[in-house]
């Protein structure tokens, strides 16, 4: 089973259960060192903000859950 990484989506419908993503990595310098995020490519949904980068760029959408006005889309990424 590989990482699983939850990504907050503005739009429904952009993405479901077993779709193939493709994600880009952005870095931010903070105060407490290097943080990276990541967007699901072409824009779709954006991760929190991480500590450590991940080892793969590819993943399986599991599970797509409605908050309110957004969506949290959970993708387990493939193993390195």
């Known amino acids: ?3 699983l990484v939850d990504f907050r989506m503005s739009r429904e419908d952009l993405l479901h ?3 193939r993503i493709e ?3 952005s870095t931010l310098s903070t105060l407490s060192g290097t943080v ?3 967007t699901i490519i072409p824009a779709l949904a ?3 903000n991480m500590n450590d980068p ?3 760029k590819t993943g399986t959408v599991k599970d797509v859950v409605v908050y309110g006005s957004e969506w949290t889309v959970t ?3 493939d193993e390195a």
């Open 54 to 56: 991940l080892d793969t």
């Open 75 to 77: 993708v387990e990424m």
């Open 1 to 3: 089973m590989g990482k």
């Open 46 to 48: 954006m991760s929190n």
């Open 23 to 25: 994600v880009a990595e």
């Open 17 to 19: 259960p077993g779709d």
């Open 36 to 38: 990276y995020y990541y």
